[in-house]
């Protein structure tokens, strides 16, 4: 089982979850509405934040060194994230996913990659991809739309 490395700061709000502490490895179930207070994920992991609810709400979080630093599964908003030294900064295989203000550094892969089922689009609003080997992948399903102007 993964082990975040610290919980402050950043917020993820509106479903249930697993949190996770330095200081207890095993994970205990936050009952919904709930919100985790979390900032950094860095592990060498298949996935950093590996979140299976629609809903979710990624503020000023930092993951670096996964396969895929996020992997959302539904309906989500990233606002002022940082994703980095990794093999994809976000994967998705659900429905909509809006991310604004976000930083996509020093990927060996791709920026976004949109998995089978992915349904809706990806929207990059006001983001700075750099040292990236790709912007967009897709495996079948969904787009990857650069917006700076909505």
């Known amino acids: ?40 994920v860095e ?11 629609g809903g979710v709400f990624l503020r000023d979080c930092v993951a670096t060194g996964n396969g895929r630093n996020f992997r959302l599964w539904s309906t989500a908003t990233m606002e002022n994230c940082f994703t980095g030294w990794a093999g994809t900064g976000l994967w998705t295989n659900g429905a ?30 006001d983001c700075l991809i750099s040292a990236t080997r790709r912007i967009s992948s897709t495996e079948g399903g969904g787009t990857v739309d650069a917006d700076a102007s909505n």
């Open 43 to 53: 592990m060498i992991q298949d996935g950093g934040f590996d979140l299976k609810p």
């Open 96 to 125: 909509s996913v809006r991310v604004n203000h976000t930083t996509f550094f020093s990927l060996s892969g791709q920026a976004v990659e949109t998995g089978d089922d992915s349904s809706g689009p990806v929207i990059l609003r």
């Open 1 to 40: 089982m993964s082990q975040i490395s610290a919980l402050k700061r950043s917020t993820f709000t509106g479903f249930s979850a697993l949190a996770w502490s330095t200081n207890a490895p095993t994970p205990r179930t936050v009952p919904e509405p709930a919100t985790a207070q979390v900032s950094q």
